[in-house]
């Protein structure tokens, strides 16, 4: 799971969002009654787990993943015997798939001739998001972003106006999440960005440091395609392009560099 996204997904976690979690493990949880264990799993293999949660009793082991992993069942199947040997328990485990492209290659079985081994495998493009807005917890709200919507307009209209109920501080900590995740889904991003400014709400997306963060990714996305392309049209010097594409000579030596344009010291 990439960083970009993993620390915000772990603390909604932690959040206990009863809806969620129900989505993914089929049961009933309840905040008081959860405990979070250790994630490090330091034995035979360097691993570390997204979320490990101890609920009446029974070990629940969630991972969160945004690329399509052919190889995600062995790594269940790693955990599954950690988990067991760690803390002597067979664990519930699931697999939330959080990318936008459609899930092919991901299977919740492993099986060969001697074994078959099978986790939970849910594929939020496919889960209506109204499980999670029809919830009382606000980490809920912010993960139904990730989630299918018939009418994207609407329904992040509707998402927004459930915020506002919240108190400042924390309507604020939620957006902020809402920004973070919603730049796995880009397309819904811009719709926010576009509602919010009509919205009483006080955060400013355009002084948010996520969204920032994002807007100077995809800029800089931008000025290496530039680079690459002016290079390939006219072989001119790299401080001749930085000079006419207002960009650092530096940057435009170590993109043709990783293009395999420009070889040597130059």
């Known amino acids: 799971m990439s ?8 603390r909604l976690i932690k959040d206990i969002p009863v809806n969620f979690l ?39 082991h969630l991972e969160l993943q945004s690329t399509d992993d052919p190889k995600m069942g062995l790594r269940m199947l790693y955990y599954h ?21 459609p ?23 496919k889960v209506d998001c109204s499980l999670l807005l029809n919830s009382p917890e606000p980490s809920d709200w912010v993960l139904s972003i990730l989630c299918r919507m018939e009418n994207e307009n609407r329904t992040l209209k509707e998402l927004l106006s459930k915020f506002l109920s919240l108190p400042q ?19 819904r991003l811009n719709i926010l960005h576009r ?8 955060i400013d997306l355009e002084k948010d440091p996520l969204f920032l963060e994002g807007m100077e990714r995809g800029l800089e996305k931008k000025a290496r395609e530039d680079v690459i392309n ?20 530096e940057k435009v030596k170590k993109w043709l560099k990783e293009e395999g344009l420009l070889k040597g010291n130059l």
Request: net charge positive; no cysteine; aromatic share 12%.
């Open 3 to 10: 960083k970009t996204y993993d620390i915000p997904l772990r």
């Open 169 to 187: 501080p924390k309507r604020e900590k939620y957006l902020n999440y809402l920004l973070h995740l919603a730049r796995l889904r880009p397309k």
């Open 81 to 101: 015997l950690l988990i067991l040997e760690n803390y002597g328990k067979i664990p519930y485990q699931a697999v939330v798939y959080v990318g936008e492209k």
């Open 103 to 125: 899930l092919k290659r991901m299977s919740p079985i492993v099986e060969t001739s001697t074994l078959r081994f099978e986790y939970r495998l849910i594929d939020l493009n």
């Open 195 to 202: 509602e919010v400014q009509k919205m009483p709400i006080t």
């Open 22 to 60: 129900r989505l993914v493990f089929n049961k009933s949880f309840y905040p008081k009654e959860a405990k979070f264990l250790d994630v490090k799993l330091p034995k035979l293999f360097e691993r570390e787990a997204d979320l490990i949660v101890e609920h009446k009793g029974e070990i629940y």
């Open 230 to 249: 002016l290079y390939k049209a006219t072989r001119w010097s790299p401080e001749k392009i930085a000079e006419i594409l207002k960009v650092s000579p």
